[in-house]
C-alpha cells in the first residue's frame, strides 16, 4: 500500500511569475489547520518588475508567507509596513478581518532579481474565527534550528522534533523547511494525526514510495515514516490535529458557516473594511467589475 496520497498542483502563470496551488485540492481539502497551500516562483524580475498583490480582505485566518529567494513588503489595514526576506515569518490574523497588500520593494524592483516562497493559509478555531486582527514578524534568527546528519530544518511554527518555534499559533500544529543533502534520511514521527509533504525541489523516498519535485504528500496512516533524499532536496513538513469542522472557502475568506462569507462579501463591496494606509488600490470581489489579479 502506497504509504500516502500524492496531490498534484494547479499551476497558474500570472504574467512570468508561476504559481503551483496544492491546496485546497480535490484529493484533499486540508492538512491539520492548513487550509491553502501556494508555492511562488522561483521568478526571475528584471529592473522595473515585481510583484504587486493589491490591498485585498481576509477572514477567519492567518496567512503565513515564508520565502525562500527575495523580498516582500507587506502593508496592512492594522498600520503595518514589514520586509519579509528569506528564512523570516510573517504571521497574518486575519480574525473578523483585515487588508494586506504584499509588493517588490522599491530597490528590488529597480535593481531586478529573484523570488520563491510560499504562502499558506491557516484556518483558525471556531473560538477564534472573529477575533481581533493581529500580524507578526519572526526574523530567521529567532527560529529553532534542529539539525541531524546531512538535514537541517528550520521550525517556523508549531512544536516537532522536541522544539517549539516562538511563532504563536491558534491550533495544535507544525510547519518546518527542511534542506537535506542526497542519500541523508530521518524519520518523521506521528506526533499529529495529519501530516504533509511537499519537496520543492529534489525527490523524496517516503517509506521506499517516491515523492517527485512539486508534488505533496499526505500520509495516509498514523505512523512514523523514514524520508530519505534521493538528491539534494528542500522540503516543507506540514499538519497538526484535524480541524474542529468544515471550512468554507471563497475567495480570500475562510469560514466555518457560508453566512460569514457572505457577510464579508458585502463588507468588501461597501467599503466596510478599513484601509490600508499608503495604498490606493485594491482588488475588487470577483466579477464585481474586474476579476482579481492576486495569487490568494
Not at 539534494?232 to 513538513?237: T, W
Request: aromatic letters at 8%; proline letters at 9%.
Amino acid at each position: 500500500m502506497q504509504p500516502f496520497i500524492a496531490i498534484a498542483p494547479h499551476e497558474r502563470d500570472l504574467g512570468g511569475f508561476s504559481v503551483r496551488r496544492l491546496l485546497p485540492s480535490a484529493a484533499r481539502r486540508m492538512v491539520g489547520p492548513f487550509v491553502f497551500f501556494d508555492h511562488m516562483g522561483p521568478a526571475e524580475f528584471g529592473p522595473g518588475q515585481g510583484i504587486d498583490v493589491r490591498p485585498h480582505p481576509h477572514i477567519g485566518l492567518a496567512t503565513v508567507t515564508y520565502l525562500f529567494e527575495g523580498a516582500i513588503e507587506h502593508r496592512d489595514s492594522l498600520g503595518s509596513l514589514q520586509r519579509i526576506t528569506a528564512g523570516d515569518v510573517n504571521w497574518m490574523t486575519a480574525g473578523r478581518g483585515i487588508v494586506h497588500s504584499e509588493r517588490t520593494p522599491a530597490d528590488l524592483r529597480a535593481s531586478g532579481g529573484r523570488m520563491q516562497g510560499l504562502q499558506t493559509w491557516v484556518a483558525l478555531p471556531r473560538d477564534q474565527e472573529h477575533c481581533d486582527p493581529a500580524f507578526v514578524h519572526h526574523p530567521a534568527a529567532t527560529l529553532p534550528v534542529i539539525e541531524m546528519p546531512g538535514v537541517s530544518m528550520r521550525l517556523i511554527a508549531g512544536s516537532a522534533f522536541g522544539q517549539t518555534s516562538p511563532v504563536q499559533c491558534a491550533s495544535s500544529m507544525f510547519y518546518i523547511a527542511v534542506e537535506m543533502e542526497a542519500g541523508a534520511s530521518f524519520v518523521l514521527p506521528d506526533a499529529y494525526a495529519e501530516r504533509g509533504i511537499y519537496p520543492l525541489s529534489g525527490d523524496v523516498s517516503i517509506n521506499e514510495g517516491v515523492l517527485p519535485a512539486g508534488q505533496m504528500a499526505v500520509l495516509n496512516q498514523a505512523e512514523p515514516v523514514t524520508l530519505q533524499a534521493l538528491s539534494p532536496a528542500r522540503l516543507m513538513l506540514l499538519g497538526g490535529e484535524p480541524m474542529d469542522g468544515e471550512r468554507f472557502l471563497w475567495w480570500n475568506f475562510v469560514a466555518s458557516d457560508r453566512a460569514f462569507i457572505e457577510e464579508a462579501k458585502e463588507r468588501w463591496r461597501n467599503g466596510g473594511f478599513d484601509t490600508v494606509p499608503g495604498e490606493t488600490e485594491f482588488i475588487p470581489l470577483p466579477g464585481e467589475p474586474k476579476p482579481p489579479e492576486s495569487f490568494s
